[in-house]
T-cell receptor, first 112, second 113 residues
C-alpha cells in the first residue's frame, strides 16, 4: 500500500513569510494527490488536489502545490502566509483503489 | 441537511465496554471510510467500504468492527474498548463519479477511561 511522509512536524512563521511544506509518497503507480487543512476544532477541508495534467495545481486561499513525479513529491506552497492560515495541514494519496493514506500532518503556526 | 453527520460528537466510556460510532451521509456516495486521528500519526484508516455489504480493512483495523447494511450508514463498533482507542474518529465518503475528493464528517471525540 502507498505511504505518505510529511517532513515538517511543526512550522512557525511570521505573517507575510513564504511557506513550503514537504510531502513525499511511496507508490509506483498512478496516484491522486491531495492537501487538506484542519483548522483548530474543525474537520478536514480540501485545499487542492491533483489528478492529471498541469503539475502545478492552484487551490483555495492562495495555496498551490507542485507534483514532481520523478521525486514522488507534492509540496504545498504559499507566497505570503496570514495569521488565519494557522492550522494543521495533511497531504494524502489515493492510488485509485480508494484506499486513501494521509501523512502525519504539519502544524503551521503563523505569528501576527 | 445534506452532508455527513456523525454521532455522538463526544463520548466517554470505560475499558471493556462496547461503543458504536454512527456515520450517516446523504449523498448516496458509494465509498465510506473511518479514520482515527492521533497526535503524531495524522489520520490512519481503520476500515473502508466500497458499497453496501462490502468492507475492507485499512491500516489499523484491530479492535474495530464495521457494517454497511445501507449505503448511507457506516457504523463503527469498538467491541471491547481499550484506552489506546481514545482518539478522534472521522468518517468520510467519496462518490463514484467525478473526482475522488473525500468529504469528512465533523468527528467524534472518544475517551476510554
Amino acid at each position: 500500500a502507498q505511504s505518505v511522509s510529511q517532513h515538517n512536524h511543526h512550522v512557525i512563521l511570521s505573517e507575510a513569510a513564504s511557506l513550503e511544506l514537504g510531502c513525499n509518497y511511496s507508490y509506483g503507480g498512478t496516484v491522486n494527490l491531495f492537501w487538506y487543512v484542519q483548522y483548530p476544532g474543525q474537520h478536514l477541508q480540501l485545499l487542492l488536489k491533483y489528478f492529471s495534467g498541469d503539475p502545478l495545481v492552484k487551490g483555495i486561499k492562495g495555496f498551490e502545490a507542485e507534483f514532481i513525479k520523478s521525486k514522488f513529491s507534492f509540496n504545498l506552497r504559499k507566497p505570503s502566509v496570514q495569521w488565519s492560515d494557522t492550522a494543521e495541514y495533511f497531504c494524502a494519496v489515493n492510488a485509485h483503489n480508494n484506499d486513501m493514506r494521509f501523512g502525519a500532518g504539519t502544524r503551521l503556526t503563523v505569528k501576527p | 441537511d445534506a452532508g455527513i453527520t456523525q454521532s455522538p460528537r463526544y463520548k466517554i466510556t470505560e475499558t471493556g465496554r462496547q461503543v458504536t460510532l454512527m456515520c450517516h451521509q446523504t449523498w448516496s456516495h458509494s465509498y465510506m471510510f473511518w479514520y482515527r486521528q492521533d497526535l503524531g500519526h495524522g489520520l490512519r484508516l481503520i476500515y473502508y467500504s466500497a458499497a453496501a455489504d462490502i468492507t475492507d480493512k485499512g491500516e489499523v483495523p484491530d479492535g474495530y468492527v464495521v457494517s454497511r447494511s445501507k449505503t448511507e450508514n457506516f457504523p463503527l463498533t469498538l467491541e471491547s474498548a481499550t484506552r489506546s482507542q481514545t482518539s478522534v474518529y472521522f468518517c468520510a465518503s467519496i462518490g463514484t463519479s467525478g473526482r475522488r475528493e473525500q468529504f469528512f464528517g465533523p468527528g467524534t471525540r472518544l475517551t476510554v477511561l
